[in-house]
């Protein structure tokens, strides 16, 4: 069977979903293959327990941030579902007694809460917060930005070169030098240049380990903390995160109803084996079952691994390109950890078991650096943290459409497992490991481990097997120095197109990616219909 489409998105996670929409809203005949039986990817809510299908989780990804307002206007996502509650702060209690809470929007209360552990660290919050401000205000815009194809002398990558650098000509000697720092430095050795108090700077550490197969003291690890915290859930307050109403799921699926509402078809069950290549440009694809699907057009969003070295294959690729995805980085060592539970955690320091301000934002695992960093040592020697690590959530603080009332959803986003865990499902470990984290939160809430009525473990193998993340990697592919801007997903096609005319890319491995974020498919959309208008003005003429 052939059926001709003008564009054809491969992989329907909210990055295909975003694309679909721009291309459809174009006037493009569109149509999204996922292979899954539902849309979303890495952003989506399940049921993961059959005997209990009233409780939801949002299985993967967990809190929204970096969805730029351009998008969410553009597609009406408001009209169409997505509605944000903004996180409250975060908080993490210590075994020894006492906890911290630190608010992203609240200075006075921060010095409050600060001053608790350190004066001077908290009067140097304010400083700390006005200096991320700053940065996020030259590395922001970034993220709209298309790299250019640094040292290329085209003229049209000399002229995005020169247009990059002008922009950016008000920037002074002091802010280069910030920028340096945040891109080279590790987090501890950062937080250690601003704050004196070990659980002032474990609180902080936590955006900048968040799905990196890096320990706290890894240089670049800096700039992870900053991609967290860039982002605003709309509501202008910087580093701010929330949840959506119904699960991440609920984001894909707003995204899905303007696609379809511009015209878009989303076809699920439709795996997508082979990308075809004709004389030199993308033709359609070939679907696992064998149909064959035309279209001039093509934008993939799915991992590069796949997307390139199995469904284009190296023969129609240029081989320094077929390299630089070889060698693309993809590990993670995360395991999510999904928790149905009969109340809410009764912490020794901020004691009940009624909804409180604590239980609104991220529930940490974080106390120390020296913390953090042992859960990384453990997987780099080669077995699972004996004490991971953990940015946890409860969104049902906020939204009742998850579970039965009374009842909570909670999400342990944990790390880190050995990098090599996406090769085998190390079933029994995993449980093992769970078992060690929920024991350290019980160790702060004693009615944790008694009030926990199921639990989902996702691992490596899973996140790879099930949802196409290779490695692991919540971002498909690192984001360490080599593989940001210019570099993402490889030089000279950071622009969203590909070696092969036609195929637009547009997964979270291309710049501003990762996280559901949107943009890479936005961006890929954007290249692909302005390509479009460019061969029909140069036909004409
Ligand atoms: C555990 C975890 C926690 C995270 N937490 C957060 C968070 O809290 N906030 C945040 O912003 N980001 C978070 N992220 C990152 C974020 O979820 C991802 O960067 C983003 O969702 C990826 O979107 P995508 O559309 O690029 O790719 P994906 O979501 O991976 O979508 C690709 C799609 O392609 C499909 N596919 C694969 N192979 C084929 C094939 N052969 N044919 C057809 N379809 C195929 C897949 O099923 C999938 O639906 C998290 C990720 C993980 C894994």
Redesign the pocket.
């Known amino acids: 069977m052939t059926a001709t489409y003008d564009a054809i998105v491969?992989?329907?996670?909210?990055?295909?979903?975003v694309a679909a929409a721009y291309l459809a809203r174009s006037g493009a005949k569109t149509v999204v293959?996922?292979?899954?039986h539902k849309?979303?990817?890495?952003?989506t809510t399940e049921s993961p327990w059959p005997d209990a299908p009233e409780f939801k989780v949002t299985r993967?990804?967990?809190?929204?941030?970096?969805l730029p307002p351009t998008i969410i206007k553009d597609l009406e996502l408001d009209r169409h579902g997505y509605k944000i509650y903004p996180m409250g702060p975060y908080y993490q209690a210590f075994p020894e007694g006492g906890s911290i809470k630190l608010y992203a929007d609240d200075a006075k209360r921060n010095h409050e809460s600060v001053s608790k552990w350190s004066k001077k660290d908290a009067d140097a919050m304010p400083k700390w917060d006005a200096w991320l401000a700053g940065l996020a205000d030259v590395l922001g815009p970034l993220l709209l930005t298309v790299p250019p194809a640094i040292g290329s002398r085209k003229p049209r990558e000399l002229a995005a070169t020169l247009k990059l650098a002008w922009r950016n000509r008000g920037l002074d000697v002091r802010t280069i030098a910030d920028v340096t720092r945040l891109m080279t430095m590790s987090i501890a050795d950062l937080l250690d240049d601003w704050f004196e108090s070990p659980e002032v700077k474990g609180a902080l550490a936590v955006n900048g380990v968040?799905?990196t197969w890096a320990g706290p003291y890894e240089p670049g690890t800096a700039y992870v903390m900053a991609h967290h915290s860039i982002g605003d859930v709309g509501d202008g307050h910087l580093g701010n995160?929330g949840f959506q109403e119904g699960g991440?799921g609920a984001v894909s699926n707003a995204i899905e109803l303007a696609a379809r509402s511009h015209g878009a078809e989303i076809r699920i069950n439709?795996?997508?084996?082979r990308i075809l290549v004709e004389g030199g440009r993308a033709a359609g694809v070939v679907l696992?079952n064998g149909d064959e699907l035309r279209a001039k057009t093509i934008v993939s969003?799915?991992?590069p691994r796949?997307a390139f070295l199995e469904?284009v294959g190296p023969e129609n690729l240029p081989a320094d390109f077929t390299a630089d995805i070889e060698r693309w980085k993809t590990r993670s060592g995360?395991v999510?950890i999904n928790l149905a539970l009969a109340e809410l955690p009764d912490f020794i320091a901020d004691p009940g078991v009624e909804l409180q301000e604590h239980h609104t934002g991220s529930v940490e695992m974080a106390p120390t650096m020296e913390y953090i960093e042992r859960a990384f040592q453990d997987a780099r020697e080669g077995k699972a943290a004996v004490r991971p690590f953990s940015d946890g959530v409860i969104p049902t603080a906020f939204d009742k459409t998850l579970c039965p009332e009374g009842n909570h959803i909670m999400s342990l986003?944990t790390q880190w497992v050995p990098q090599d865990w996406n090769l085998e499902p190390h079933t029994e470990e995993l449980e093992a490991y769970a078992d060690r984290m929920i024991d350290c939160y019980n160790e702060l809430a004693p009615n944790f481990k008694a009030s926990i009525l199921h639990r989902d473990i996702?691992g490596p193998y899973e996140?790879e097997q099930e949802?196409?993340?290779i490695g692991?990697n919540?971002?498909?592919g690192e984001l360490s120095l080599e593989q940001l801007f210019h570099m993402r997903p490889a030089p000279g096609f950071a622009d969203y197109r590909t070696p092969v005319p036609g195929l637009y890319y547009?997964?979270?491995?291309t710049h501003a990616?990762?996280?559901?974020?949107g943009i890479?498919?936005w961006q890929a959309a954007k290249a692909a219909i302005s390509d479009k208008k460019a061969s029909k003005r140069s036909r004409r003429s």
């Not at 849309?39 to 952003?43: N, R």
């Not at 547009?506 to 491995?509: L, M, Q, V, Y």
């Not at 990616?513 to 974020?517: D, P």
């Open positions: 491969v992989g329907g996670g909210h990055n295909g979903l293959l996922e292979g899954r849309t979303g990817g890495a952003a993967l990804s967990y809190v929204m941030s970096l968040i799905g995160w991440m439709a795996p997508v084996a696992a969003t799915l991992h796949t469904q995360v999510k986003f996702v996140m949802y196409g993340l692991g919540i971002f498909h547009g997964s979270s491995a990616g990762g996280g559901v974020c890479p498919g």
